[in-house]
């Protein structure tokens, strides 16, 4: 297997990074041959990378009939809600392209419990897996993109809760970390990325950053990608180390 290679690519400012990593994603998408699965991060920071993939410039070159699109985790709100990531990506990105409804693969927030809804994305994943186990020499994603919260989450999977623990479902429920209840890709589903790229931009990450990819034991520091992991940041939450 190729050695696991990390890199951070600083840029002047968030609207810099949104555009490296929009470039980035759409390069690797083109360069792939066939079906091509990115999932999406939640939050603010990606919503302006979602704005320009589909925007000018890149809207026509990047491949959108075979590329499918999956969340990293969800928030337990109807679809329609401010709220949720798949509002935002929709709003950003999904209603400004040709993208073919079936490659679109939202996590279910409406008609069940969120513990329904991780088995049913479970499910869906493994259906499009065409397996109910990973295999490492197959990722389940080409690309996963993820933020960084200032507590060192990812996704939704937040320091000291046993989601951080699960070794064997792909998609779990995750409650009382937030207000809302939360769906989430477990680590064992995020590591079978090719690739996984953070997008970490703010002053307000500088610390938290820093400790992650120093390898302090936050849940961000658990990602380990199959081949590369990428750290999209800007010079402010890098700091005088980017
Ligand atoms: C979510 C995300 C979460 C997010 C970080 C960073 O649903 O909120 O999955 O993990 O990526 O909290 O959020 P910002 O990009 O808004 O700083």
Known sequence: MAERADEILVHADPEALARGAADWLCAAAIA?????????????????LYELLSGPGTRERFPWQRVHWFWGDERFVPPTDPQSNYAMA?????????VP???????????GSPAESAAAYERALQAFYGASALDPRRPLFDVTLLGLGEDGHTASL???????DERRRWV?????????????????ALNASRNVAFL????????????????????????????????FVDRAAAGDGG
């Open 32 to 48: 792939a041959t066939g079906s091509f699965s990115v999932c999406l991060a939640g939050g603010s920071t990606p919503k302006r």
């Open 90 to 98: 929709r709003a950003a990105m999904l209603s400004r392209a040709p």
């Open 101 to 111: 409804p079936e490659n679109v693969h939202p996590m279910p927030t409406e008609g």
């Open 158 to 164: 937040f320091p000291a809760t046993s989601a951080l």
């Open 172 to 188: 779990i429920a995750v409650t009382g970390a937030k207000p809302e209840a939360r769906v989430s890709l477990t680590f064992p």
């Open 200 to 231: 970490v931009a703010g002053v307000a990450k500088r610390a938290i950053l820093e400790k992650v990819r120093r390898g302090e034991d936050y849940p961000a520091a658990r990602v380990k990608p199959i081949l590369r992991l990428l750290w």
